[in-house]
């Protein structure tokens, strides 16, 4: 069976949005996996890691990471034709939204959450995300987020209102049919409801809101 190791925070609070793209896809594959509540000091600690970073799965004693690599790796290892998310008909689409989303959708929502995040965490991931946030973004993450929240017209809006109309003609990103690029911008918008208020989807978007609806009923389903 796969090992995930996936991110929390306090409770076991699942919240990275690469970890859910993988779990999103072996749930749609229905492929069994056992997870393993993982924090950001156990991956700084466990020799096991190294320099890998989270999601990393564990399938036959292969330790795989990167979640881009993993769904690529799960497509191939346990391909099945009624669950196809990665072909080779989609990948380069797949890629571009993929980049897209780590480039700027998640940038857009780490400017409205990223002090929200230190509240899930326990003690000393706390002080480790503050002390390494702040080293990354040049202040502490409250200054950071409070500056952010100040910009109406900020990158996040921006970032709905262009997925709002992409949606416009069409089910899901790709088309008609779910793929692997459905799963990586759920994984986003997951990731910033799971620890904030601050990235809820005005109502405007209604496109985008079907979308997320939809994709919603796929899982719950």
Not at 36 to 55: H, M, Q, W
Not at 98 to 108: H, M, P, R, V, Y
Not at 169 to 195: P, Q
Request: glycine content about 4%.
């Amino acid at each position: 069976m796969i090992k995930l190791y996936d991110l929390v925070g306090k409770g076991n609070l699942s919240f990275s949005p690469y970890c859910w793209r993988i779990k999103y896809l072996l749930n749609y594959k229905n492929i069994p996996y056992q997870t393993i509540p993982t924090t950001f000091t156990d991956r700084i600690k466990n020799n096991f890691f190294g320099e890998s970073r989270l999601p990393t799965i564990l399938d036959n004693n292969e330790k795989i990471s990167d979640s881009f690599v993993i769904a690529k790796y799960i497509e191939k290892k346990y391909f099945d034709h009624s669950s196809i998310l990665i072909s080779s008909s989609n990948i380069d689409s797949i890629t571009f939204i993929n980049n897209w989303a780590d480039t700027f959708l998640n940038k857009s929502i780490v400017q409205r959450i990223l002090n929200d995040i230190s509240f899930h965490l326990d003690e000393d991931d706390r002080d480790y995300f503050i002390t390494s946030r702040t080293n990354r973004f040049g202040e502490h993450p409250r200054d950071y987020q409070a500056k952010n929240l100040l910009i109406i017209n900020n990158e996040f809006l921006q970032n709905c209102k262009f997925l709002n109309i992409h949606l416009s003609d069409r089910t899901f990103i790709l088309g008609d049919k779910i793929s692997y690029a459905d799963l990586i911008l759920a994984g986003s918008f997951l990731w910033g409801e799971k620890v904030s208020t601050n990235t809820r989807i005005d109502d405007m978007f209604e496109h985008l809101l079907k979308w997320k609806e939809e994709i919603k009923n796929i899982f719950e389903n």
